[in-house]
């Protein structure tokens, strides 16, 4: 059983700064590709950013600058340092792992709640 649990999430004033992290427990897996999603209220949920092993890196357009995602792979950690908040990136956040063998695994979500 994998679980993987996204915290940092809540409330900033646009163009304040929040730093989201997700960690994986139970099952180790290697993993291949940690990554970022977003959920807006009516909308779809979409890419944010993903980092590969090595810590090659890939951003959304709309949050190149703004966004740096990393990696602990010792932890099974992904970070995602957010600054420059706009109101538009009020969202569910969700994390996702990729493993070597292409299973996909999904967190809960954590709300980001930015205010203009």
């Known amino acids: 059983q994998v679980q993987l649990v996204e915290s940092g999430g809540g409330l900033v004033q646009a163009g304040g700064s929040l730093r989201l992290s997700c960690a994986a427990s139970?099952?180790?897996?290697?993993?291949?590709?940690m990554g970022w999603y977003r959920q807006a209220p009516g909308k779809q949920r979409e890419f944010v950013a993903s980092?590969?092993?090595?810590?090659?890196?890939n951003y959304a357009d709309s949050v190149k600058a703004r966004f740096t995602i990393a990696r602990d792979d010792a932890d099974r950690t992904v970070y995602l340092q957010m600054n420059s908040l706009k109101s538009e990136d009020t969202a569910v956040y969700y994390c996702?792992?990729?493993?070597?063998?292409?299973?996909?695994?999904w967190g809960k979500g954590t709300l980001v709640t930015v205010s203009s």
């Open positions: 996702r792992f990729t493993a070597d063998y292409g299973m996909n695994y």
């Open positions: 139970g099952s180790r897996f290697p993993i291949n590709v």
């Open positions: 980092i590969v092993r090595g810590n090659s890196a």
